[in-house]
Structure formats: structure tokens, C-alpha cells
């Protein structure tokens, strides 16, 4: 759990100077992209080069041919509040095979805790995430003290590639830092320290990143608004919600931090899968 937060002094209409390089631009975006992209290149052209065994890879394609193109459906995120807070607990039982049922329910998303507005976007615009984070943002305007590391929305995304994208689109949204948060290029020190004297309004990064920087208290939860959840889907057509890679992390997130956050009566953070 965060630890105690204590408000800074600084007014909600504080920005930071525009001479400060916080951890959203370490490095420009294009670089980050190129350095992701020649990594995950070198990794699949080394797994390339171990496998010699031409013969295995030829009945291998034969039998995928024979059984004929695997058609995965494309992810569509639901509209009803109710339908995404039952999506995410059938998602999260899968995290936890082994959960009893009443276990379960104790966890369990419910549409309460899920976020509404009352001008709500269409969903099936193109803008739909920033017209939500704009609203959240534009309404805790003026309502709470800026306290470093505390960002208004939270997105959480499957890879570092998907975070440096949404970035690009969130920037113009707020005049304070907006911060990537993921684990390649930047250690996690990096992160502590910066969020210790950040002032944020927009926080993007994968579910490990965000988990241990919640988890140590140095992103702090006191002025949330929204967490939005990014169900885009990779070239793999994988969704963060259902990702090996990502589960345990993100419900983590949700089971041992945000649920029990959400019954403090001073936090009013609220989830929405986009």
C-alpha cells in the first residue's frame, strides 16, 4: 500500500518550467523507438539463428498449412460499465487459478468502481482516451493541492512501445509533465527520484513499472482520478488484460493497492477499460 501522503503547498495551477526535462523525455520519443525496436529485432533474429534444424521447420510449416490460417477475433473493449467490470474479473480469475469464489468476490470489480462522466465520449472515436483523460483532468481542476508524484489519470498499458504512442497523444492535454513509466532504458531509481519532484497531471507506463512504484509509495494515489486501462491490441492480437506477460502485475495493482485504496474516502480514483 502508499504510504501516508501529505499535500505540497504548490496551487493546482502550478507548471512546471518548460526547461525541465522530467522522465517523460528522457531521450527524445523517436530514440526511445529505435533503440526498442533494434532491441526486440536483435532478439528475434539470435532466436533465428539457434534454430538450424531445417527439417523441423519444414514439417512444422507443413502441418500449418494443413490445418489452415488461425483467425484470432479482434478485441473489442465493451461500452457498458457493468460488461467491462465483468470482463476484467473473468480476466483476473484467470490470474488466480486456484481462488475460491468467495475470495474472488471479495476482489471483484464492481460498476461502482468504475468511471462515469457526463459529457461521455463516443466510443467509437478515435479520440475516446484523451477525451476522457482531458475530462478528468479539466474537472480536479482547482480541487486539490499538487502534491509530487501524485498524477490526476493513470493509464496502463501492455509494452513500452504502446506507452511512448500515448504519450505523443496525452502531451497536449496539460502543460505539467506527462511521465513514462516502464522498465527499459530507465531504471527504477530514475523514476523515484523524478517522482519526488514532479509535478504530474498524466502518468503512462506498464503494469510492473507501475506496480513496484506504487507498491514503494513514490506514486502516490492521493489526487487519481481516473485509471484507464488500454486494451489495444498488439500485432500478436494480445490485450494487457489477458497477457502473460502483464496479468500478475496488473491485478496485483487492482487486488493488494487500488481496491483497498478506493475505500479510503479521500481518494476518488475510478477505472475505465478503453
Known sequence: MPKDISADTLEDDFALDGDFAPASDHGSDQEELVNIKAQTKK????????????????????????????????????????????????????????????????????????????????HASASYLEDLVKTAVSSGKGKNKITFGAPQVLVICSSALRVIDLVKQLRPLTKRAVLKLFSRHIKISEHQKLLKSTALDIAVGTPNRIHKLLDEGDLKVNRLRLVAIDCWQDEKMRVVIDMDDTRADLFAIWRDILLPASANPDYGFKFRLV
Do not use: V
Not at 79 to 97: F, G, H, I, T, V
Not at 103 to 110: G, H, P, R
Open 43 to 122: 532478439r528475434q533474429l539470435d532466436g533465428s539463428a539457434s534454430n538450424t534444424d531445417s527439417t523441423a521447420k519444414k514439417k512444422k510449416k507443413k502441418k500449418s498449412e494443413q490445418r489452415g490460417p488461425r483467425t484470432i477475433a479482434k478485441f473489442a473493449t465493451p461500452q457498458s460499465l457493468e460488461d467491462q467490470a465483468q470482463l476484467w474479473n473473468r480476466c483476473m480469475q484467470k490470474a488466480y487459478p486456484g481462488i475460491a469464489q468467495l475470495e474472488l468476490d471479495d476482489i471483484s470489480m464492481q460498476p461502482k468502481h468504475m468511471y462515469k462522466t457526463q459529457d461521455e465520449p463516443d
